[in-house]
């Protein structure tokens, strides 16, 4: 596609001053995820009576049976956990772990194995205590949770030592599955013991409580702790009803070195001795360690095709290999979407992390492509698989676009495409939250692992449905006459519904998004005579304001005019929020000169007008500075998707010093909360939407972790793309 030449005259000439590093990043985040495709789970380490309610410390705060936020339209993903929590008894002084400081949260390196590091003191030293828990992803494992406890004394004398974990388990979640019959199947925990394990059953679910090493235990209503810190000894008491508690004790005797139990929490609403013959299947008798081991080899299975950039930073490597732990640990592994990633990880905490808990195309293709360029090939070719196999068209009557394959909001676990509801306000139903932009990056996306391996045979069969899922019906979309798509909610995904600032636009990301899938796939889908459809699409950016386009003519500091590309048209108004930091896709995907007046311009504003404190990275978009609209307080906070594609923009522009400040400023962020790449960081001016994640209530000191955390197709994907961009 021919590269649009820069039209307007112009005499714009930027001396920007350069970006400064931001403060020292430190953790903010007080949870670890980890999880498999299958499930997922959260290992909470806020300091003891942080939090609206009070946090109790460290323990197992998650467990979910679905990793997908809405496994149905109907149905939510059930937290199947309420705590777990470790304990010691060291020469017969008991502590519950979640009253002792957390040393170290991490997750270790490139992996989804997340530990906790903490020391208890002894009379005279203290032992120290590694918890580890991964949802596993070597074979045989689905929905579980593997939980490793090691003890490592001082080394001087040896210690008598048990290790204790009381689990507060709701089989059932917030509410029991319904059977075929429409009912639940029964009321009340019942509590059975088998060869090796403890189930615990409320209507259909049932939590299975593998025992790694031989426990004595207690399964009763009741809280078990003082038992602990009293000196007595669990003796096998087993008693169903409700709010049961299952309390495991280990007794290692005297110990001078390290030592390790461990346990299998697994899930079913099916067959319980299908469960108990797949996981004692794969557990096959082996130890702690010997099952923590089988579970970095399969990571670093995962790893070993990977071709990441040469030159990369230790920070940047190590946050690079998290980032494809991330994207992996996202992957769905079962049902109508297998292959698709999630937005996030796990369906919480907080609201916004269960709204990302689902499959979005745009999330996706991100991911996908950056699993291409690090050569996870399989993987980016199933994230297409996935999308492809959606049951999309939902809202082909509001949006007048029939025939669409992929969705343009998000889909459910069942496939179905789906949208989150919201209000204008004052009322009224504010619309879907569909957006076009979904389509041009799905093609973008397939073309980039075509390009990796263009004679594999998946090249030729999935040809024809990525022509009828996206395609076709987004050239059908664009104007024959004026290249115009039709309003939308653009890359934030603003409401159908007109209710402004919200409303639908023709927005500029759109048509960036339809010009370069076009541009970028109809080589390889044999349909070369769709381009002109995306130059089309292209010039709708290149129109001055006073002609119905996007492009704001400034007055220049030198004289002359600055043309900054605005998020739509319908914003060029005096005194309208304008401002997508977003539209720099249009010189990251090479479909403008990144040197031009325009790019200047536009890099400039966005940098001034979006700038958030106390780093160097910007917001989304200006929309949260609008009066009248609904506010979105997300829109206040910093993006780091936009920092990482800022990056990108800064680097193509000549502007490498500013570049890399963002780099490193995302890079240190991540690596400081165990590799992930959060969503967002919060302003430094506290609201109490900032409390939502429990850390530091109260107050915002700024750069503060927040929302999705990962961040996965998109964060993970984002921040591969940037390295790959500025490092190879």
């Given amino acids: 596609m021919p590269v649009p030449v820069q039209t307007t005259p112009s005499t714009c000439t930027i001396e920007p001053p350069p970006l400064e590093p931001g403060p020292p990043p430190r953790q903010s985040w007080p949870w670890l995820p980890t999880a498999n495709g299958y499930t997922g789970a959260l290992f909470s380490f806020a300091p003891p009576g942080s939090g609206d309610p009070p946090d109790t410390g460290a323990q197992i705060s998650a467990l979910w049976d679905h990793a997908i936020a809405s496994p149905t339209a109907e149905t939510v993903a059930r937290d199947l956990l309420r705590s777990l929590v470790v304990g010691v008894r060291i020469d017969g002084v008991g502590t519950w772990l979640d009253t002792v400081p957390v040393e170290a949260a991490t997750l270790e390196p490139g992996t989804g194995i997340a530990v906790l590091t903490q020391r208890v003191p002894t009379s005279s030293s203290s032992v120290l205590i590694h918890t580890r828990i991964a949802a596993p992803i070597q074979p045989g494992a689905q929905r579980d949770l593997l939980i490793t406890i090691e003890a490592i004394p001082p080394g001087d004398a040896p210690v008598e030592l048990q290790l204790w974990t009381t689990a507060d388990a709701r089989p059932a979640g917030e509410q029991a599955a319904v059977g075929s019959d429409g009912t639940s199947g029964g009321a009340g925990e019942q509590v059975v013991l088998g060869a090796g394990a403890l189930q615990e059953r409320q209507g259909l679910d049932l939590i299975r409580h593998t025992f790694l090493g031989d426990p004595t235990w207690r399964a009763a209503p009741g809280d078990p702790r003082d038992l602990l810190t009293s000196g007595a000894d669990l003796a096998g008491e087993l008693a169903s009803g409700d709010d ?373 990275g910007i917001r989304g978009n200006d929309d949260a500075d609008d009066p009248l609209g609904p506010a979105r307080h997300a829109d206040l906070w910093e993006s780091v998707t936009a920092d990482l594609r800022m990056a990108l923009a800064l680097h193509h522009a000549g502007r490498t010093d500013d570049a890399e400040v963002l780099l490193a400023w995302i890079t240190g962020i991540a690596q400081a909360n165990a590799g992930l790449i959060p969503e967002a960081l919060s302003d430094g001016i506290y609201q109490a939407a900032d409390d939502e994640d429990g850390f530091n209530p109260g107050a915002d000191d700024g750069a503060e972790v927040q929302g999705a955390v990962p961040l996965a197709g998109l964060g993970a994907g984002a921040y591969l793309l940037a390295l790959d961009a500025l490092r190879r």
């Fill in 244 to 616: 049961v508690r299952v309390t495991l004790q280990w007794d290692l005797g005297a110990i001078s070195g390290p030592a390790s139990v461990g346990l299998v929490l697994s899930w079913t609403d099916g067959d319980p001795d299908a469960l108990a013959e797949r996981v004692s299947a794969w557990i096959d008798d082996r130890a702690p360690a010997q099952l923590l081991e089988a579970e970095r080899s399969a990571w670093d299975a995962w790893h070993a095709p990977e071709h990441l950039p040469d030159g990369l930073t230790e920070g940047e490597e190590a946050v690079a290999r998290a980032a494809s732990a991330t994207l992996r640990m996202a992957q769905l592994q079962d049902g109508p979407l297998a292959g698709a990633l999630l937005g996030t990880l796990v369906p919480g905490p907080g609201d916004r992390a269960a709204r990302r808990a689902h499959v979005s195309t745009r999330d996706a293709a991100f991911g996908g492509v950056a699993l291409a360029r690090i050569g996870q090939l399989e993987a980016a070719r199933r994230v297409i698989d996935g999308l492809l196999a959606t049951t999309s068209g939902t809202f082909a009557a509001a949006l007048g676009l029939e025939g669409y394959g992929v969705p343009l909001s998000h889909a459910d676990g069942d496939g179905l495409e789906a949208s989150t509801s919201a209000s204008c306000p004052g009322g009224g139903d504010a619309g879907i939250d569909a957006s076009l932009d979904h389509l041009g990056w799905f093609l973008w996306s397939w073309a980039e692992v075509v390009d990796a391996d263009p004679s594999h045979p998946w090249v030729t069969s999935s040809r024809a449905a990525v022509r009828a899922a996206a395609l076709d019906p987004l050239v059908a979309l664009i104007s024959p006459g004026d290249g115009d798509l039709p309003p939308d909610g653009g890359f934030w995904s603003r409401r159908w519904a007109d209710c402004p600032p919200e409303g639908s636009q023709p927005y500029s990301t759109s048509a960036i998004a339809a010009a370069k899938g076009i541009e970028r796939s109809a080589e390889a889908l044999l349909r070369l005579d769709v381009l002109p459809q995306g130059e089309r699409a292209l010039r709708v950016l290149f129109v001055p304001t006073d002609g119905g386009g996007p492009l704001r003519l400034d007055p220049g500091p030198a004289g002359g005019v600055c043309p900054v590309l605005l998020s739509s048209p319908d914003e060029a108004c005096e005194g309208c929020d304008g401002l997508d930091a977003l539209v720099v896709e249009l010189w990251n995907q090479q479909l403008s000169s990144p040197t031009s007046a325009t790019a200047a311009a536009t890099l400039d504003a966005l940098l001034r007008g979006l700038a958030v404190g106390p780093g160097p």
